[in-house]
Every structure is written in structure tokens, then in C-alpha cells.
């Protein structure tokens, strides 16, 4: 999914491993670079529309053919709000405003740190242009479809409770 670099960006050799405190880190011993990664964001939106959330099934692994809410990665230099709405569009057809910070989900081990927004639709209609999509619709929170990831039930609680607030 996100892949770590085999050979050294500097001098091209192949990179070895070495164990830094405790943690196993892609080294060059020749220039005696110890390789450390930044984490990756990305972005998913809950997007409630006629007392229905919107998601889309995937086409792509991982979860393909499962659903999920619309969202990916956030591109470097891009404002995270920006990059929200823009994959929001590309995967459902919406146009939407970013309301607010559901919150930020990460686990150890896992590259990517993800940003969860509510946005509400201002224009724009169901229609997936995304390669990455294959269908788009709004669910009732009671007749979920089946979803690709099971962080996405904690993100709907966390977003029942922040919009009770
Ligand atoms: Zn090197």
C-alpha cells in the first residue's frame, strides 16, 4: 500500500536494516543515513444528506467491493479542508463545505493518520467519476451496507456524539 524505499536516495545502494532504539530502520551504511518516515494523511468525509450518510463501494483494495465514506489522501502543499472536498467530489459528485474536525484516527504500526471531517452538500449530484469507486449512495445509519473498514463505526459514534454537541 505504501511502500518504503529500497535503495538509498542519495547514493543508490541498497539499504540494509538496522535496529535504532529498539525499532528496525531502513540504513545506508555507506553514508550512515538512518531512513525515518513521515506519517501519510488522508481524509474522509461524513456527509449527511436527507437523514442519510453518504458512501461509496470500493473498487480498489483494500475492501474492494465494500463501502466506505468518501475521502484519500491529502496531496503535500494542499490545504487538508481542500483536499477534502476534492476527493469528496471526485468520488460521489458532491459539492461540499467542510464544517468541522470529527477527528484524527491512527493506530501503531499503520503508515497513514487519518483526518475525519462532517461536510454538508452546497451543489452537485450522486455520480462517481472515480476510477477508485464503483457505486455511491446515501444510507440510513440503521441500514448500514456492508463496510470495508471497521474503524468507520467508531468514526459514526464519534460523529453522532460531536453533532449532539
Ligand atoms: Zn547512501
Redesign the pocket.
Known amino acids: 500500500m505504501i511502500s518504503e524505499d529500497l535503495y538509498?536516495s542519495?547514493?543508490a545502494?541498497l539499504l540494509d536494516k538496522t535496529l535504532i532504539q529498539g525499532v528496525e530502520r531502513p540504513t545506508?551504511l555507506?553514508?550512515r543515513?538512518v531512513i525515518y518516515y513521515d506519517p501519510k494523511l488522508a481524509v474522509t468525509v461524513v456527509i449527511e444528506v436527507n437523514d442519510k450518510v453518504i458512501m461509496v463501494k470500493r473498487a480498489v483494495d483494500p475492501g474492494k467491493g465494500l463501502w466506505g465514506f468518501p475521502g484519500g489522501y491529502v496531496n503535500r502543499g494542499e490545504r487538508v479542508e481542500d483536499g477534502a472536498a476534492r476527493e469528496v467530489n471526485e468520488e460521489t459528485g458532491l459539492i461540499v463545505i467542510i464544517d468541522r474536525l470529527i477527528g484524527l484516527f491512527s493506530e501503531p504500526n499503520d503508515p497513514i493518520v487519518l483526518a475525519v471531517y462532517s461536510g454538508h452538500k452546497v451543489g452537485g449530484c450522486l455520480n462517481s467519476d472515480s476510477i477508485e469507486v464503483m457505486d455511491v449512495e446515501g444510507f440510513s445509519l440503521n441500514h448500514l451496507p456492508p463496510l470495508a473498514f471497521e474503524r468507520d463505526l467508531s468514526i459514526l459514534e464519534t460523529w453522532k456524539k460531536r453533532k449532539s454537541l
Open positions: 538509498c542519495f547514493c545502494r545506508c555507506k553514508c543515513r
